[in-house]
């Protein structure tokens, strides 16, 4: 009886585990398909380009950086895609090879952690691409845009910024 009450509490923990993990999950999700799924400030640069005087030379360098890091993170969540499912499939025996779910978990870490090195790479890429004016004035843009878009969203409820 306890051995069973403990096997079923380790299932439970790595179904949690995993679950945080997997790309489809909110808590996934706020970091990785957010701004940073999308090439974060860097894509925020490209798009006010005009505004932050940025030079043809500038765009075509903030977007090869932003295009790298793109492919990385799009590479990277499909094999941590892929690791979910083996490792849920995995948790779906009665008795669970806990050293290859384990393994599987290492290697999803593994590739998040590249993820964000990647994009590390990107940002401070494209900051030594920015003038240190153009710099303080995309601070000053982002602010500005953060400000107004909470400013809308205490006058809307959630549901109207499924574009967001």
């Known amino acids: 009886m306890r051995k069973g009450f403990a096997s079923s509490l ?3 923990a790595l179904v ?4 945080l993990l997997a790309p489809g999950t909110a808590r996934a999700n706020m970091g990785h398909h957010g701004m940073m799924h999308h090439g974060g400030p860097v894509a925020f640069y490209l798009m006010n380009q005009d505004r932050l ?14 295009m790298t890091f793109l ?11 892929v690791l979910h499912i083996q490792t849920m499939a995995l948790m779906m025996h009665h008795h669970i090879d806990v050293e290859k779910a384990g393994s599987n978990m290492d290697a999803i870490l ?34 500005e845009m953060m400000m107004m878009h909470h400013g809308m969203m205490t006058h809307h409820p959630m549901p109207m910024h499924h574009g967001m």
């Open 53 to 66: 005087g940025l030079t043809s030379d500038q765009v075509k360098k903030l977007s090869t950086l932003k």
């Open 10 to 12: 380790l299932v439970l």
């Open 110 to 143: 593994a590739h998040k952690k590249k993820i964000m090195h990647a994009y590390l790479t990107m940002m401070a890429g494209a900051h030594k691409v920015l003038t240190a004016e153009q710099f303080t004035k995309a601070k000053k843009l982002w602010r």
């Open 71 to 81: 492919k990385t993170a799009i590479m990277e969540k499909a094999r941590i895609r």
């Open 16 to 19: 949690l585990f995993v679950g």
